[in-house]
C-alpha cells in the first residue's frame, strides 16, 4: 500500500507562484509519480510525470516551461513548482503513485491517489 498526501496548495495572483509537495509513505520505492489536475466540471488531467531515478520528466503542453516537476527519494517527497501561474491553472491536483519505474501521461496507469489539494489563481 502507498499513501500520498498533498500539501502546498492556495489562493494566488496570476503570474504568481506556488509550490506544490506530496508525502509518500509505504511501498514507494521503485514508482514513478505523477501531477495531475481536475477543473469543475471537466475530467482529471495530466499536468507533469517523473520518473524512479528522476532522470525522465514528462510535461503537458499547457504547463511545459512553467511547472517543474522534482522529487527527492530520501524524505519520499515529489514536488511541483508551479510559475508564471495563469487563471486556467485553477483547479484540484492530486498526486498519484505508479508501481513501475517509468511515468505516464495517462490517469488509468497510476495505482494510488491523495485526496488532493486546491489551487486557486485570480486575475
Known amino acids: 500500500q502507498v499513501q500520498l498526501v498533498e500539501s502546498g496548495g492556495g489562493l494566488v495572483q496570476a503570474g504568481g507562484s506556488l509550490r506544490l509537495s506530496c508525502a509518500a509513505s509505504?511501498?514507494?520505492?521503485?514508482?514513478?509519480m505523477g501531477w495531475f489536475r481536475q477543473a469543475p466540471g471537466k475530467e482529471r488531467e495530466f499536468v507533469a510525470a517523473?520518473?524512479?531515478?528522476?532522470?525522465?520528466?514528462y510535461y503537458a503542453d499547457s504547463v511545459k516551461g512553467r511547472f517543474i516537476i522534482s522529487r527527492d527519494n530520501a524524505k519520499n517527497t515529489v514536488y511541483l513548482q508551479m510559475n508564471s501561474l495563469k487563471p486556467e491553472d485553477t483547479a484540484v491536483y492530486y498526486c498519484a503513485a505508479r508501481l513501475v519505474a517509468t511515468g505516464s501521461r495517462e490517469v488509468y496507469e497510476y495505482d494510488y491517489w491523495g485526496q488532493g489539494t486546491q489551487v486557486t489563481v485570480s486575475s
Open positions: 509505504g511501498r514507494t520505492f521503485g514508482s514513478a
Open positions: 517523473i520518473s524512479w531515478n528522476g532522470l525522465t520528466r
